[in-house]
Each structure stands twice: as structure tokens, then as C-alpha cells.
């Protein structure tokens, strides 16, 4: 099934190559910049890493799974060598919020199925920088005053001069974006705790998503001939009336059109539908390899790298993740359709950069 892809994401690389690493990456980065013993495997990786920064040959962009998942990481001291090395190679670059990106290929599949909605969804990229872009919100500070003026109006009559003010903005952006990026420190966790900051927050959701995926093992456990034959068809149901649905009716709504003008009455034009989203491809063909196995124990770790993957693998050139979502990728020709290039080990990630 060839991919449909959004025509509003766009890309500003030229010819650079973008690089995406899972979290156990970034910390086998972090040991082997701090010196750690344990980092000594990624010490190769570290300098291919930053030789092709340097060269401006690749970019590292973060994702919104990265600032979720860093706020697992209880110890402040290890947390801040792991948002040095990010900070250094990222440079606060950003992959766009996975939702948005779902929502854009969704529109694409409608477009070609049924034709365009009467308002289009603006241009967005696919790498920006900052939290915000990674959360699908604007996360640029601006500076306000009492009389309501307008932030070209306040920089424009700024005291010090455009200049100064400009100056200013972009030095408290960078120091919001590093905090976000580094968590706090252990003695301001109690007053942020007071003002309702919780740094379990999304483990917590992606728990209640891995509860439903062990519901649905125990449903596949009842009849095991659904592993061996339509195990597909069934985790694309449950993808489109789980994560697509609302999406799916919004774009509908907008076309004037319902569930028979997208589907009809063809249960391969369900899978085509589906097949088509190149995000989509990726997490079903996850979950699959998940289900396959009856003795899978899905936990939160697990969705943050589904939802991580889906977004990397078709909207970055090299994907780092560990052996055994790599090999599940490989399997599944994913990464082969999508012309991405999935590795694990250190070795794997110096030869991809091409060192």
C-alpha cells in the first residue's frame, strides 16, 4: 500500500540527515561525556555523534516522549548529564507533537479518498525547537504589560532598544526551555508539588493504555487462532476506534461526508486505510509483534516506545532504538517501506553516520 503523506509537514534539513535516539541511548551518551564506567561501549558513538553535529551533517531532534520519559529519572545529578549531552547534540530541536502528526494523515487519506475540507490545516513542521513544538503548543515566551500591548508593540518601545529586548527574550527562552528540559532540582520539588506539578503524570496515562493492551491479550488468550491469522485486522480496529476515531469523525464532519464515504463496505479498504498513514503503519506493525507473543508483558515503557517510534521512524532518516524493537521494525519491512535506516548497538549507530 503506498503511503499518503501529509502535504503540510515540511521539512527545513536540506541535505542533513535526522537522527533519532531512544532514551537508553542518550544515557549511554551521558556516561561516556561524564566519564562513567559504564559508558565506555558509547564512546565511539558520542564522537561520531558530535562530529556530524559539528559538520552539520545531521541533527538529533528530541520528542515529547523524551520530556516525559526524563521526568522518570528520580536522581537530579544523573538527569542533568543526560539533558547536557541532549542539549549539546539537539540543540532544543524538536520532533512536531505525535498527534498532530496523526491528525495530518489522517486529513491525507481523506483528501485522496473523498477530497479536501474547505479549510486547510496550515503548514507545520516537522522539526522545529522547543518543548512546545514537541507538544503541539506555541512555546515562544513573549513579554506583556498592564495596558495590553501587543508584543511587536512592547519591542518596538522596549527601554534598552529591539536589539536589548530581542537579546533578553531569547536568553529567558533558552533558560524555560532548560529547565523543562533538565527537571527540577530536589529542593524545588516541594513548592512546585504545591502549585500541582507531577511528575508522573504521563506514566500514569501510559499505564492505563498498557492495562488496555493486557485486556486485549487476555481477549486474544480466550482464542488463540486470532495470533496465527487475522491478528492485524484486529489491532487495526482497535488503532482507528482507539486513537483515530475522534480524528477521523472531525475530517468527516468537515467534508460533509460519514464512515461509509471513507470505508464503504470493503474490509480491505479498513487495512488500506490504516496501511496508508505512515505512522500508523508503524505502531500497528508494533503492536502486532507485541500481541504475536502470548507471554508479552506490556508496560508504560512499552507505549512511550511505540509512541516514539511511530513518530521517528517515518520522519527521520536514522532511528536508534534498542535490539528488540529494532529487530520487531526490521521484521515488519516498516523501516525498509519508509526508507528508514534502524539500528541498536553503538557500533550499528557509528557505521550508520558513517564513521
Known amino acids: 500500500m503506498p503511503y499518503l503523506w501529509p502535504s503540510s509537514l515540511t521539512y527545513r534539513l536540506g541535505d542533513r540527515r ?24 558509547y564512546v565511539d558513538m558520542l ?11 545531521a541533527v538529533f531532534p528530541l520528542s515529547g516522549q523524551h520530556y516525559a520519559e526524563m521526568a522518570g529519572i528520580r536522581d537530579p545529578g544523573q538527569r542533568e548529564d543526560v539533558a547536557t549531552v541532549m542539549l549539546e547534540l539537539s540543540e532544543f530541536r524538536t520532533l512536531i507533537c505525535r498527534s498532530l502528526v ?16 474547505k479549510e486547510r490545516y496550515p503548514p507545520l513542521e516537522v522539526i522545529g525547537v522547543g518543548i512546545g513544538h514537541a507538544f503541539g503548543i506555541r512555546g515562544q515566551l513573549q513579554i506583556g504589560d498592564t495596558r495590553g500591548s501587543s508584543p511587536e508593540e512592547i519591542r518596538q ?5 529591539v536589539e536589548h529586548h530581542d537579546r533578553l527574550l531569547a536568553e529567558m527562552q533558552y533558560m524555560a526551555e532548560w529547565a ?37 491479550a487476555q481477549r486474544l488468550d480466550g482464542d488463540p487462532r486470532w ?40 474490509r480491505a479498504s479498513y487495512r488500506a486505510f490504516v496501511d496508508a498513514m505512515p505512522s500508523g503503519d508503524v505502531h500497528i506493525s508494533l503492536q502486532v509483534a507485541a500481541h504475536s507473543n502470548p507471554r ?35 521484521a515488519s519491512g516498516a523501516p525498509a517501506r519508509l526508507g528508514t535506516v534502524v539500528v541498536a548497538s553503538p557500533s550499528e549507530i557509528v557505521r550508520a553516520l558513517g564513521g
Open 47 to 57: 564522537e561520531a555523534c558530535r562530529a556530524a553535529h559539528r559538520a552539520g551533517d
Open 102 to 117: 496523526m491528525r495530518l494523515e489522517v486529513e491525507a487519506v481523506l483528501d485522496a479518498r473523498i477530497g479536501p475540507r
Open 296 to 330: 508479552a508483558q506490556w508496560k508504560p515503557n512499552d507505549y512511550f516506545d511505540l509512541d516514539a517510534l511511530s513518530l521517528a521512524v517515518p520522519y527521520c532518516t536514522i532511528v536508534a532504538t534498542d535490539r528488540q524493537r529494532a529487530h520487531e521494525l526490521n
Open 227 to 266: 495470533r496465527r491469522g487475522r491478528l492485524r485486522d484486529v489491532v487495526t480496529a482497535r488503532y482507528v476506534l482507539v486513537e483515530l476515531f475522534e480524528m477521523l469523525q472531525d475530517g468527516l464532519a468537515a467534508r460533509g461526508s460519514d464512515l461509509d464515504d471513507a470505508f464503504g463496505e470493503d
Open 180 to 216: 523543562l528540559l533538565r527537571g527540577p532540582h530536589d529542593d524545588e520539588l516541594d513548592d512546585l508539588r504545591a502549585r500541582g506539578f507531577d511528575p508522573d503524570t504521563a506514566r500514569r496515562g501510559q499505564e492505563r493504555r498498557a492495562q488496555q493492551e493486557r485486556e486485549q
Open 157 to 161: 518601545q522596549w527601554p534598552g532598544g
Open 18 to 41: 535526522s537522527v533519532y535516539l531512544d532514551l537508553n541511548h542518550w544515557i549511554g551518551l551521558a556516561k561516556a561525556a561524564t566519564g562513567h564506567r559504564d559508558g565506555a561501549r
